[in-house]
């Protein structure tokens, strides 16, 4: 469904990107994990065409992205911070979206009305807490029932009630054979979601292997004792470090 090859990725000296080559496949929930800039964003805004790769490609089932922008359709994004007008109101930021795919589009407005976002629709963008910026974003990126579900650090700020809210949606899309990429520092938010890890490290992949594979090769059945598991013979001390922390 998604495939990328090659991807590099400059900003001035740093090397954000450095030839990460993965493959998504429908069905399938991949976490991306690991040490903050370690290239995760950047990775997820090169597959919804918002940074441009310095070299390689992404494609979307067979189709080079920079080719045909119309694949953004077929996905969801959630971003790390999502920025909205200011002076717009909840309601009228759902009117704007509906309107720009048309009227007629199918959505999806469970999370929309989970989180009681419709007892808030005269609330102004710029008086919401974090944490219901986060539940409207939540309520777009799974709006018009898109195949690929991009959420970056979803749970984020979300209250605990909101965060399982959250992830139950999740398990009902995933349920329904989408393809989710997540990115997380809560490994235990990611672990009863995940089929399979992406962990970056200074831009490169260092292992992407399915949750079968990990628990497999490591004798663990937790997902953050798997990846240390397998990070202690790949990595660094810093990188264990991390993941103690992220724990
Ligand atoms: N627009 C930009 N201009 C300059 N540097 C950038 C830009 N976007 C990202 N970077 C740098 O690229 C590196 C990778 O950033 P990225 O946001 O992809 O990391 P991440 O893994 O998502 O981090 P985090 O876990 O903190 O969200 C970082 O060093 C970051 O500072």
Redesign the pocket.
Known sequence: MIKIENLHKR??K?Q?LNNVNVEFSKGQVVSLI??????????I?SILGL?KPDNGQVLFNGISVDKDINYRKHIGYMP?IGRYPDNMKIGQIFDMIRNLRGKDTKVDEELFYRFKLDTMLDKSMKSLSGGTRQKVSAALAFLFDADVLIL??PTAGLDPVASEILKEKIIAEKAKGKLILI?S?ILSDLEELTTHVLY?QD?KVVFNKSMLELYEMTGEDKLSRAIAAVMRNEIKEKDVAYLRIAK
């Not at 040490?35 to 990775?43: D, M, Q």
């Open positions: 900003f001035k740093l954000a690991g040490p903050n800039g370690s290239g995760k964003t950047t990775l805004k940074v790390q970056d650090e990115t520092h970056l831009g």
